[in-house]
């Protein structure tokens, strides 16, 4: 568990800690070595895509030796952290559900030089030939391409911890769809690895993603999906590309974002953009689309159904289909918003004050001070 002092993560100075005193006492840091695939743990999933122990088909335990923290800590990692030297075993585990999805490992960047360092995300077959495309995007921490939270695949089951009931609902509905791999920023994704070109950061990633796939493909209607930090990368992609977004993406879905309009300095026209079509379900005990009332966000928010923040994704998954449908239906069909607004595509900063200035938003509001916190110190790690 991480312990947080005035937005300082207390655990990386106790790791220091613990390293400067193994060092002063001469102890050397045990080393445990651990089996490297599911079936060398002895645990697989189940027809409900629930870990299970294949002796026992009792749920993961983190306790294994209960006279050794250290021990049943370093396994927990290892059956979920990232990749050292071999593939991670969940995230390895996870690739291959989207590769029988029928999605493909697609690298970047797209014009690679001899021995340099490579990322990728995930695509389906045909989804630059598709009318209408949907974009998913995790949060930040372990979790990688196809993952919402690590610990919900571990503890609770496939469905909730990854995006394949998404990428199924998109499959069926048509789409074609795209899987970000925004934290892959290093060769082999490596901590001390090279960092990857036009994949330094999260951003990077998806900027490169972007210009490379999305901005070439066919698609004339874009949704996407995002959580947590995902909701920071979505508004820095829809910063760069305002006027794209306000032609081409017709939904933005959130699930408990730490985006900031403040922080990341998003204009009037994205602002209303976000006001027109996004919407974020953010964690709360009230019941699921239950309006909450934000003072530091000008994105609506509706609750999604859960306390838990892991678990939003999930818990709101069927609200965020409906609202998915509805938005497309006002972007394509006669007398929605896109045929009615072919003005509004070429002069989307000019629209954006007009509808601000009917709506009584005065530049005064738009700049007020917000409340919400940095997404730097408030982005919260997927474990």
């Not at 609902?169 to 990857?196: C, L, M, P, R, S």
Request: hydrophobic letters at 35%; aromatic letters at 12%.
């Amino acid at each position: 568990m991480k312990v947080f002092f005035h937005g300082i993560t207390v655990l990386p100075l106790l790791i220091l800690w613990s390293f400067i005193c193994r060092m002063a006492t001469g102890e050397e840091e045990e080393v445990f070595d651990f089996p490297k695939t599911l079936e060398e743990f002895k645990f697989y999933f189940n027809k409900e895509g629930q870990l299970r122990n294949v002796e026992t088909d009792e749920p993961f335990n983190f306790v294994v030796d209960p006279d050794n923290h250290k021990y049943n800590q370093k396994r927990y990692e290892a059956l979920g952290n990232v990749r050292q030297f071999l593939e991670v075993i969940i995230t390895d585990h996870v690739y291959k559900l989207l590769e029988d999805h029928k999605l493909r490992r697609v690298k970047i960047p797209v014009d690679p030089k001899p021995e340099e360092p490579t990322s990728f995300f995930y695509m389906s077959e045909d989804a630059l030939e598709k009318d209408k495309l949907l974009i998913l995007i995790h949060g930040n921490g372990v979790v990688r391409a196809g993952q919402w939270a690590r610990r919900l695949i571990i503890n609770d089951c496939l469905d909730s911890g990854t995006q394949l009931p998404f990428i199924e609902w998109a499959i069926k509905e048509g789409y074609g769809v795209i899987v970000a791999n925004t934290n892959y920023n290093k060769a082999n994704d490596k901590k001390d690895g090279q960092e990857i070109r036009y994949s330094e950061t999260p951003e990077d990633h998806m900027e490169c993603v972007w210009k490379n796939f999305i901005h070439k493909s066919k698609a004339s209607a874009i949704g996407i999906v995002a959580h947590s930090y995902g909701g920071v990368v979505t508004l820095e992609l829809a910063k760069n590309h305002i006027d794209e977004f306000w032609r081409r993406v017709f939904a933005v879905a959130l699930t408990d974002s730490v985006h900031s309009f403040h922080h990341q300095n998003g204009d009037e026209s994205v602002i209303h953009f976000y006001t027109e079509r996004a919407k974020n379900w953010a964690s709360s005990l009230d019941e699921l689309d239950t309006p909450i009332e934000t003072y530091s966000d000008y994105c609506p928010t509706v609750a999604a159904g859960t306390d838990k923040h892991e678990y939003t994704s999930y818990s709101s998954r069927f609200s965020i289909f409906k609202f998915l449908s509805e938005k497309y239906r006002e972007m394509t069909e006669p007398g929605g918003e896109k045929a009615e607004s072919s003005e509004k595509e070429s002069s989307v900063k000019k629209e954006a004050e007009e509808t601000a200035m009917s709506q009584d938003i005065s530049a005064s509001q738009i700049d007020v001070e917000m409340n919400s916190q940095n997404p730097d110190e408030s982005q919260k790690e997927e474990l």
